[in-house]
């Protein structure tokens, strides 16, 4: 199947700096990339969907400012958590679609980035 | 978009069949029916996909009734490391939408 690969793969910061998170697709173009989150214990949440050369569109009650999402290219959309908070320390994972002949809607997920803020 | 309903947890031992059914009762007629594990952080890994009758793979068969409002999940004969949750999708060929994911199954298998 196609591989999504996220980076990095955790990261601990203080609070009140931003952290960059990348979700690659290494063999496939996506014109349109997914963010998701995980809380311990809970099920994946869909924050935003990455659209290449536009603006991402995000979910109800995502606040756009703190997550602001770059995908500046068919293999690349960043996420960067902005004056991260504690409460912002959660596991966030990424998935794209390859379009074309795979057919449904077939997603495939990065390993996820495990965020830790101080 | 969907809504899917599935067994919060179910238990088992290694060597048995464990089938995990999903109801998906306003299923779309442009829906794919999608199965996903997951372990501990962990990002979700593809394990099935079909749209009706049964489609098998290495690693497991979905079967999915002509009505297509539910689909079962088949694990032959799990081991250890199939514990997991176990997550069940509908999603369409609509490009740019995103899968929503409900709360999942979590297989817990003893030896």
């Known amino acids: 199947g196609a591989v999504v690969s996220q980076h990095p793969s955790w990261v601990i910061c203080k609070s009140g700096t931003s952290v960059k998170i990348e979700c690659r697709s290494l063999d496939f173009q996506a014109t349109t990339m997914f963010w998701y989150r995980q809380f311990p214990k809970q099920s994946l949440m869909l924050m935003a969907t990455?659209?290449?050369?536009?603006?991402?569109?995000?979910e109800q009650g995502v606040e756009k400012d703190k997550f602001l999402i770059n995908h500046a290219s068919l293999t690349l959309s960043t996420l960067t958590v902005t004056s991260a908070h504690p409460e912002d320390s959660s596991f966030y994972i990424c998935?794209?679609?390859?379009?074309?002949?795979?057919?449904?809607?077939?997603?495939?997920f990065g390993p996820g980035t495990r965020l830790t803020v101080l | 978009l969907a809504k899917t309903t599935q067994p919060i947890s179910m238990d088992s031992y290694e060597g048995q069949e464990v089938n995990i059914t999903c109801s998906h009762n306003?299923?779309?007629?442009?829906?794919?029916i999608t199965w996903y594990q997951q372990f501990p952080s962990q990002g979700p890994r593809f394990i099935i996909q079909g749209y009706k009758t049964k489609v098998t793979n290495e690693v497991a068969s979905l079967f999915i009734p002509a009505d297509r409002k539910s689909s079962t999940l088949s694990l032959p004969r799990v081991s250890l490391s199939d514990t997991a949750v176990y997550y069940c999708?509908?999603?369409?060929?609509?490009?740019?939408?995103?899968?929503?994911f409900g709360k999942g199954t979590t297989l817990s298998v003893s030896s």
């Open positions: 998935s794209a679609r390859p379009g074309g002949t795979h057919g449904g809607d077939t997603q495939y």
């Open positions: 999708l509908v999603g369409g060929h609509q490009a740019g939408t995103a899968l929503i």
């Open positions: 306003n299923i779309a007629t442009n829906d794919y």
């Open positions: 990455s659209n290449e050369g536009s603006k991402a569109t995000y």
